[in-house]
């Protein structure tokens, strides 16, 4: 399964490819056909802010009301570790990939 490329139009990206693609601020990974650089889009984008604030809002939560070091960890880390590993499988599978708009250093 290739997901397609936003300049050239053809399959070219592999979905492990597309996940480090990164995000709308970042370069951007080279198409391998066209060499242009593409980033997910902002459905990625929005997911992943929702993601990683529902985790955040959990770790402060738990930090003030849970005394607990293993509560901490359950219910603090547990979810921000989760929600870096969905926002990458998200990031692989969902989603078109658009042209970027950072150049590369």
């Not at 985790?55 to 738990?62: G, R």
């Not at 969905?86 to 078109?96: A, H, P, R, S, T």
């Amino acid at each position: 399964m290739k997901h397609q490329c936003p300049h050239c139009g053809e399959k070219t990206f592999s979905p492990l490819q597309k996940a480090l693609c990164g995000g709308m601020s970042s370069a951007g990974k080279p198409c391998p056909k066209c060499g242009f650089r593409a980033v997910n889009g902002k459905l990625a984008l929005v997911v992943n802010s929702i993601t990683l604030g529902v985790a955040l809002v959990m770790i402060f939560i738990t930090y003030f009301t849970h005394d607990s070091k293993t509560d901490l960890l359950l219910f603090g880390v547990l979810p921000l570790v989760l929600a870096y590993v969905f926002n990458f499988l998200f990031n692989m599978f969902v989603g078109k990939l658009i042209p970027a708009i950072k150049r590369a250093s």
